[in-house]
């Protein structure tokens, strides 16, 4: 019998984008750290990120209703009512959700409140985007790379530094 691997330590002494974001939401899955993130910011962010959540529910709808019913979701955060699995699997039951974050208590959030559609699959891999290979290995174990699958970075890309070589 092998051991095994610990979780990953949440570190709660540094702000995260995933626990800001859901500050900034109106979430209790934040701490202090984050709060002190979000006053910083303009005065409009609480809005802006609610008004990204709402864009993020008509674009998955959309798609869902367009027929597509495979989602990779990279950067997913922590989950907030209705998240993606939600909003697609109310219009198509079957579909299947990969979600990916690199933040350990995002983890936590996923394992307790990522529940599929009986019909459908949800699942969730903690990785980096800058980690593609890792993050297409476990999604392939899921979805069916042959078929459309819509590819989901809200509020990513911008946290990728210029040394990070994003457009690549």
Same mark, same amino acid.
């Given at each position: 019998m092998t051991a095994a691997s610990p979780k990953p330590q949440v570190d709660t002494s540094k702000p995260h984008p995933a626990r800001v974001y859901d500050y900034l939401l109106g979430g209790k899955d934040n701490y202090p750290v984050d709060h002190e993130v979000a006053l910083k910011l303009p005065e409009a962010s609480k809005m802006d990120a609610r008004l990204n959540r709402a864009f993020m529910h008509r674009a998955v709808a959309w798609v869902a209703r367009s027929g597509i019913d495979q989602y990779l979701d990279i950067g997913t955060g922590i989950p907030t009512?209705?998240?993606?699995? #939600?909003?697609? #699997?109310?219009?198509?039951?079957?579909?299947?959700?990969?979600?990916?974050?690199?933040?350990?208590?995002?983890?936590?959030?996923?394992?307790?409140?990522?529940?599929?559609?009986?019909?459908?699959?949800?699942?969730?891999?903690?990785?980096d985007v800058r980690a593609p290979q890792e993050i297409l290995d476990h999604a392939?174990?899921?979805?069916?790379?042959?078929?459309?699958?819509?590819?989901?970075?809200?509020?990513?890309?911008?946290?990728?530094?210029?040394?990070?070589?994003?457009?690549?």
């Open positions: 009512e209705p998240n993606l699995h #939600q909003i697609v #699997q109310g219009i198509a039951p079957a579909s299947r959700v990969v979600y990916t974050d690199n933040d350990p208590i995002v983890l936590r959030h996923a394992e307790a409140l990522l529940i599929s559609t009986p019909e459908g699959v949800t699942d969730y891999i903690e990785a392939r174990g899921l979805l069916d790379f042959d078929r459309p699958i819509a590819l989901s970075l809200i509020a990513l890309m911008h946290f990728l530094p210029d040394d990070d070589d994003p457009y690549t």
